[in-house]
């Protein structure tokens, strides 16, 4: 029987924001533990939640990013149950109506083997606004858990999808867009080892053709997108091994074990879905007029999308080109920074998706780390521009500034690299070339035309590769002809 | 909507609520009073009335974005629970609350 993968996904973005969804205790990364964990952390007796106002703008900014509809009156509720790191017993989280309704958002399928790229909208069901639990520490005292209350109250938008996908390519394509666009619009700085951007995968299987959907199982806190590929991978081949041999599914929640490339259930405890989910009846509802969304939508960055778009219109650039230089909001301030400084678009696209993603990759560096800046790189391309230099030369000049020594002109200067553009000197090199290489003259002129090429690159070496080549070709296609 | 004495104890369970057999009869008699008046609520035509979420007709205010907790550790941690077992000691460690061991 051919099968067929169900995927949806559910993901956790912390918000950044400077302090917790309810109230004013920091959420730096890394302080000392429980410096960060006031009274409402704690959850200390008659304290009493206090709603930031920035997470709600960063929830407005997702609702308008996936062309959401946002909730007008949002409600948040307590999902009770009982663990250390969770001290109130119960997290606020909004259930019945979440701040972010239904939007959607396309996502990109890389080929695979003979398989072709391909665009594919997923859509999203739901975002709330939800504070983060503590973290639980082992081993510092023997037979005791130490519980570290930083993290308690960090602002999170979960942000659920439909089970639209189909592949582990697909959920990982997802993942990724959402991992770049909610960085893109500034709400979360996606560091996925530091648990900024967390994925739960739930994924079934059923047979092809069919519309009801299979028993699904749970595969929880993923933070590489490998590990999820991989994840998803197992759990699908498990899952069917399981169905072909007579079994059936139970709904479950996984651990993704790294080391094995296997998944595993967790214990399962028979009420652990019964968290008696009821409205907050210490926050008021949350109202979010149309004024609210026209001042956040005015300071939101132009999305990847609109910029592609218009990356086509205005600089001609080609659906690829525009589509690979938006990916990343970095990649695409640093290509609108080189092209502001007055380089050509098309070339600075082929720098940027060309030597500069070459250079990072192999230094495993982000294009913020680039030792060669967009002005730099603007400088270098107005030398080729304006044909002071060949696109050869601007490799080397490119090569030097990336070790950090020198700018454009002063290597220029120092490798001796300016292109001769002077047709006198251009003449000159040529009529030595004409003299010593008389028997190319004659093949050419007996109608040999890779005779001619020949005589280019006796000129260019001539010329210790800085005459102007396309000087060169004309020069002495006028000499020949002559 | 009927209750068993199961139903009691399940809910008892979840709200970590230490209930003994006597006490979970006469419970179960006061839910099923409560869940019986609801009962008669719903029969009233609510059709068209937003379901409220909060006694108060108002809606929440918003805090600005800063910084307004300091460090209260020290503080905080000198009323922690005590390790018990005798022991007046204070359950923190390395800054760290103490808790019997939790391993899924």
Redesign the interface.
Known sequence: MEWEVVIGLETHAQLQTKTKIFSGASTAFGAEPNTQACEVSIALPGVLPVLNKEAVNCAIKFGLAVNAQITPRSVFARKNYFYPDLPKGYQISQYELPVVGKGAVTIQVPAVGKNPAYEKVINITRAHLEEDAGKSVHGAVEGMSGIDLNRAGTPLLEIVTEPDMRSAAEAVAYAKKLHELVQWIGICDGNMQEGSFRCDVNVSVRPKGSDKLGTRREIKNLNSFKFMQQAIEFETRWQIETLEDGGAIQQATVLFNPDTGETRAMRTKEEANDYRYFPDPDLLPLEITEADKARVSAEMPELPEAMKARFESEYGLTGYDAATLTASRDVADYFVAAVKAGADAKPAANWVMGAVSAKLNAEEKAITESPVTAEQLANLIKRIMDNTISNNAAKQVFEVMWNGDGEVDAIIEKKGLKQVSDAGAIEAIIDEVLAANAAMVEEFKAGKEKAFNALVGQAMKASKGKANPAQVNEMLKKKLEA | MALSIEDVK?IA????IEISEDEAAATLTKLTGILGLIEQMQAVNTEGIVPM????D????????????T???EA??GIAPVLGNGSTER?V????????????
């Open positions: 399940k369970h979840l709200a970590r979420s909060h006694s108060q108002l809606v929440q205010r918003l805090r600005d974005d800063v910084v307004t907790k460090n209260q550790r905080f941690q359950a460690d390395g800054g760290l609350y103490l808790v019997p061991k939790v391993i899924e």
